[in-house]
């Protein structure tokens, strides 16, 4: 069934009903794979007596095309969530020992995922990326739903960093232990999260008041795309937050945005995004001072795994509600704000949101306003196909460029 949204852009007022361009399928290239996935951030914790070695066991919804060969990066650095958020000062006080990590099969089966042909991995505490990578026997039927089990471990007394809360409604796990062979034995048991590691349910705060968060990849990727939009999302709360666990959907989704694009639409079918922002992300602060790692790794995919191609189409920017229009307006343009990424200025009252998309070939920005309409606001038109409203909201439609 269309929902609303895919509805406007399927049938725009006054014109023939839009339909996508045709996709140039690159199955050899890594795209992201899996929905749910969330940078480490908010703060960091600390390994107590007997919980040093920690497992969590996390569900993912794969891509609607068949996927295989597996990149998965593991970060030693976290974002900060609210005020100078996305800025990655949410850092550990020692580097992150990885045990093992295993990809889990719809069926059941565990494949274990290497770095570097070996099963650990050492992440260094503030800059470290460690890539992960895993090929199935065949590949992982479309539209799934995998898992990604990580073992870790740290000295006691220090710290690390996380960015899941475990969804209980999904099967999602979170163990810890003294030593290695428990928390290999709790795992295999797949029994209840372990109690410490399971208090405050489905709240945010702290960590002495907030939902453990768990370590687990940063995103995961994978080779079979099929030619369709992937969009590289600049993000802020309202792509999630107004959920934390307990509500995800089948496939991890939680906000209206990422349920949106994971529609299997009739006509534009569904888009895994690429996902950079963190609750409270201001786009004057993105790109800024402390704020550069997650761009740095993206860009190392691209040029170690990609052989120099993106793993996006097009940008969505959703981020600049949190920015006071002044301090927006004085932002440069293009190429000096964005580091070379085709993202165009854009002008925002702090109190209405926006959600901007542009292909990387310059061709056809996308907007959508998700608060009531304010004429008038010094917003740009770019050269956006359509931009429809209803009501007191207007949609965009997303193509995708290569």
Known sequence: MMNAISLALTKPMGGAPAIPPPWVPDPSRYMPAATGTRWPAGFTQTYAADLNYQCSKLFFGSPDYETNDFLIPFVGFGCTEGGLAPQETILPNADIAIDEVFFIHPNGTEYP????????????????????????????????????????????????????????????????????????????????????????????????????????????????????????????SLIERQEIAATADARRNMGMWLRWLDVRDPVWRSIMPLVMGVPGSKSVQELATSATKRWALIDAIRDTYNGGKNIWTFVLDQS???????????????????????????????????????????????????????????????????????????????????
């Not at 968060?213 to 080779?223: F, I, N, R, S």
């Not at 949190?322 to 165009?344: K, S, T």
Request: net charge positive; glycine share 14%.
């Open 113 to 236: 995922v290497l770095f570097g042909g070996n099963a650990a991995a050492t992440v260094t505490a503030s800059t470290g990326i460690v890539y992960g990578q895993v090929t199935l026997p065949s590949a992982l039927p479309a539209w799934s739903v995998f898992g990604i089990r990580t073992v870790w471990h740290g000295t006691i007394g220090q710290t690390y960093i996380g960015g899941y809360r475990c969804q209980r409604h999904r099967g999602e796990k979170y163990w810890a232990a003294a030593d290695l062979t428990s928390i290999r034995a709790l795992a295999l048991a797949n029994g209840a999260s372990t109690p410490a590691r399971d208090t405050f349910y489905n709240t945010v705060g702290n960590e002495s008041n907030s939902q453990p968060l768990a370590y687990g990849p940063a995103m995961v990727l994978a080779k079979g795309w099929d030619g369709r939009p992937v969009p590289m999302v600049l993000s802020d």
């Open 320 to 402: 600049g509600r949190m920015v006071e229009r002044q301090a927006w307006l004085g932002r440069p343009r293009q190429d000096a704000l964005w580091g070379g990424y085709p993202c165009r200025r854009r002008h925002h009252n702090s109190d209405h949101d926006r959600f901007v998309g542009q292909r990387p070939d310059g061709h056809g920005l996308y907007r959508s306003r998700l608060m009531d309409n304010h004429l008038g606001d010094g917003e740009q038109h770019h050269q956006g196909k359509f931009s429809l409203r209803q009501g007191h909201r207007s949609t965009a439609c997303l193509h995708g460029g290569h």
